[in-house]
């Protein structure tokens, strides 16, 4: 697979990752079997979600033993910084960890800044000088707010909805974000029907060298072609 650096966040991983979320619905056997399976194919980037515990607690069962290879994505909605400490202190706990490698701002209606009056990016920042976190990053569908992120230069990364069909002025912020020195990582999308389709979305988004491209962690036809594909690539 690949390797990739997502721009000044300095995290290095294969350019293709997964999103844990499906795993709430597995005992915790399935999910190291799951896991054990990603990780024979080189997988090493995995997007835990939002705080759920339940959830965070299957992925720390399924990386026991593995947590230094691996690069661990989480995302908060937009809070009081005390209860952002909280949900951090309660998903490292159910992990097993003591850091996320990169700790993403989830979808926010306003772009969250340093000194705001709502005291959220500041919260992050203190957990980042507290090595709690090791960078900053923002999720986002909207054109503006990935804009205003490129702008600010706050944010270490930036996860957008860009897949091979994305239109190009969505395909220019791809571009825009690995000018601006940041890394990039798409939002997870349904699995293609063919493995040729499979392929065609893994190789496109290969071209990008500071890019990882999500799926779902959800077994079945379209993440068994995902695997084949990349223990063939």
């Not at 290095?12 to 990752?17: A, D």
């Not at 339940?54 to 290879?69: C, F, Y």
């Amino acid at each position: 697979m690949k390797q990739v650096t997502l721009g000044r966040s300095g995290i290095v991983t294969g350019n293709v990752g997964f999103e844990c979320g499906p795993l709430l619905k597995r005992s915790f056997a399935d999910c190291r079997g799951v896991m054990e399976r990603a990780l024979d194919a080189g997988v090493r980037f995995f997007d835990i979600g939002l705080p759920v515990e339940e959830l965070q607690k299957r992925v720390g069962h399924s990386t026991v033993g593995h947590r230094s290879d691996l690069i661990l994505a989480g995302s908060f909605e937009p809070c009081k910084p005390q209860e952002f400490k909280d949900q951090l202190k309660m998903v490292l706990r159910a992990l097993k960890t003591d850091y996320l490698d990169l700790c993403q701002i989830h979808d926010p209606d306003y772009l969250p800044r340093m000194g705001d009056s709502e005291g959220f990016y500041d919260a992050l920042t203190d957990a980042k000088k507290a090595g709690y976190i090791r960078s900053i990053g923002i999720t986002t569908g909207s054109e503006d707010i990935a804009l205003h992120a490129l702008e600010f230069g706050w944010y270490d990364t930036l996860q957008f909805p860009w897949t091979t069909e994305s239109e190009e002025e969505a395909l220019d912020y791809l571009t825009f974000t690995h000018e601006a020195d940041m890394g990039s990582i798409s939002v997870p999308q349904p699995y293609p029907e063919d493995a040729q389709a499979v392929l065609k979305e893994l190789n496109a988004m290969a071209e990008y060298d500071a890019h990882v491209s999500l799926w779902l962690w959800e077994e079945g036809p379209g993440m068994d072609q995902v695997l084949k594909a990349l223990k063939e690539m």
